[in-house]
């Protein structure tokens, strides 16, 4: 069956410039969390969905980070004015129910590179 | 703050040798603790989780560990390697009605056929 996807799978962006990554869940998932993944690290969470609402935004490091899911399927993170720390592999995963114990199905992730 | 340990950052295995690799994370309260594995090329994907019962947690392809609240530990154990467990290992916990999941930075683990 269709697993979660996500695209681009790379992005080179110049700093300054705003990238939009996209994440597509498993059909029917309530639950949707973005992660970022540094070189050598492990993923950090960076914001959590349930249906279209988001219900912790707590690890997104800075006011140039947005996540929407305004139809409670189809997600989007997106970083304006990009800068170089901001390089990393960005983790989509969702899960079916919004219990603390469900497992979460990750997609492969998009690489963001900015130059 | 809340933090995930993973002891060995890189650990090299020979084939039908047994494995156990750390994991000790800081939170007082109940956890929700899991271990994730990623092959090489693939998506991250569940191994085992804990949240209620036995301790002692079994998973896919022979893989267990053990929850030991004292020392708020949740080790991985296989008894035997194959060379086809070569992979990134993260563990990861959760606190009890909190889906902010902390994972550690991980465990490479190469076995040599």
């Known amino acids: 069956g269709a697993g979660v996807s996500q695209s681009p799978r790379y992005k080179v962006a110049k700093r300054g410039q705003d990238v939009a990554l996209r994440c597509d869940p498993i059909?029917?998932?309530?639950?949707l969390f973005w992660y970022q993944q540094a070189l050598g690290q492990g993923p950090e969470f960076l914001t959590y969905?349930?249906?279209?609402?988001?219900?912790?935004k707590s690890g997104l490091p800075s006011d140039r980070f947005f996540a929407e899911r305004p139809e409670g399927s189809v997600s989007t993170l997106k970083i304006q004015r990009t800068q170089q720390e901001d390089s990393a592999v960005y983790l989509c995963?969702?899960?079916?129910?919004?219990?603390?114990?469900?497992?979460?199905?990750f997609g492969p992730g998009t690489r963001l590179l900015v130059l | 703050a809340q933090s995930v340990s993973q002891h060995n950052h890189h650990v090299i295995l020979s084939e039908a040798a047994s494995l156990e690799l750390g994991c000790n994370y800081s939170?007082?309260?109940?956890?929700?603790l899991f271990w994730y594995v990623q092959y090489p090329g693939q998506h991250l994907q569940l191994l085992l989780k804990?949240?209620?019962?036995?301790?002692l947690v079994k998973g896919i392809k022979g893989f267990e560990a053990e929850f030991i609240k004292s020392k708020f530990s949740f080790n991985l154990r296989k008894p035997s390697v194959q060379w086809s467990d070569t992979a990134e290992y993260f563990c990861?916990?959760?606190?009890?009605?909190?889906?902010?999941?902390?994972f550690g930075a991980g465990t490479r683990l190469t076995v040599k056929p």
């Open positions: 995963a969702s899960s079916l129910w919004e219990l603390d114990q469900e497992t979460q199905y």
């Open positions: 059909s029917g998932h309530v639950s």
């Open positions: 990861a916990v959760n606190p009890y009605n909190n889906n902010d999941m902390r």
């Open positions: 969905f349930q249906n279209e609402a988001q219900l912790d």
């Open positions: 939170y007082g309260g109940t956890v929700n």
């Open positions: 804990y949240f209620s019962g036995d301790p």
